[in-house]
């Protein structure tokens, strides 16, 4: 059974803190994703990684950063939380894009509290 | 802006008819897919359609692609109070790897 699993379900954190949000695939997969979900927003792509060390900003990268130095995992950092931060953060990966058509296996998501 | 957009945002029937919901988007695409997102959790794979078929069906499931109109429709029969969820569908944009979200259609399934 394929498996994305990130490192907290609920995050409490103070303005101004370094947050680190860790997402871990067992699937071998060389794609992986952060998202952010707000409410009346959907989802939206804060990083993509495409290989090991290999980073691309998605349409939100501000006030994120990402490392990828292993290929099953996948961290989000926010380096200076803020409030506007908080929100749910969806991990993800999928097999490499040829042709274009691969389904995203997500994790369960952590819901970030930014106080 | 959103690149795929759901309609309705909410639908609420009985247990035993079919749900319907549609997903309009702006620019040319690979393919479609639809995801299921229980409340407060991850999303989770439903169906994906290439911008040259017309339908795929998956069990209670029914999709099909207009790529004329930009649209899509996914189509749940005899719904089951299981089926309560958030269902978004995701486009490709040509050319990209990234896939675009909208943001979701709330089932609610009355038992």
């Known amino acids: 059974d394929v498996k994305v699993t990130q490192s907290s379900r609920y995050l409490v954190k103070r303005t101004g803190e370094k947050v680190f949000l860790e997402c871990v695939q067992d699937m071998d997969h060389e794609n992986m994703f952060w998202y952010r979900q707000d409410p009346g927003l959907g989802l939206r792509l804060i990083y993509f990684?495409?290989?090991?060390?290999?980073?691309e900003k998605g349409d939100i990268p501000e006030g994120y950063s990402v490392s990828r130095e292993k290929k099953e995992r996948f961290s989000l950092i926010l380096e200076s939380a803020s409030t506007n931060q908080t929100s749910m953060y969806l991990c993800?990966?999928?097999?490499?894009?040829?042709?274009?058509?691969?389904?995203?296996?997500f994790g369960p998501g952590t819901r970030l509290t930014v106080t | 802006s959103q690149q795929g957009e759901e309609d309705p945002q909410a639908l609420s029937i009985q247990e035993g008819e079919n749900a319907t919901m549609n997903c309009s988007y702006k620019t040319s695409i690979n393919n479609l897919q639809w995801y299921r997102q229980n409340s407060g959790r991850g999303l989770v794979h439903l169906i994906l359609i290439r911008s040259n078929e017309r339908e795929k069906h998956s069990g209670r499931l029914r999709v099909t692609l207009d790529t004329s109109k930009k649209s899509s429709s996914l189509l749940i029969t005899a719904s089951r109070a299981a089926d309560t969820a958030s269902y978004f569908c995701a486009t490709d944009k040509s050319g990209t790897y990234k896939y675009i979200f909208g943001t979701g259609t709330r089932l609610k399934v009355l038992a």
């Open positions: 990684s495409y290989d090991v060390k290999m980073k």
């Open positions: 993800a990966s999928s097999r490499p894009w040829t042709g274009g058509s691969y389904e995203q296996y």
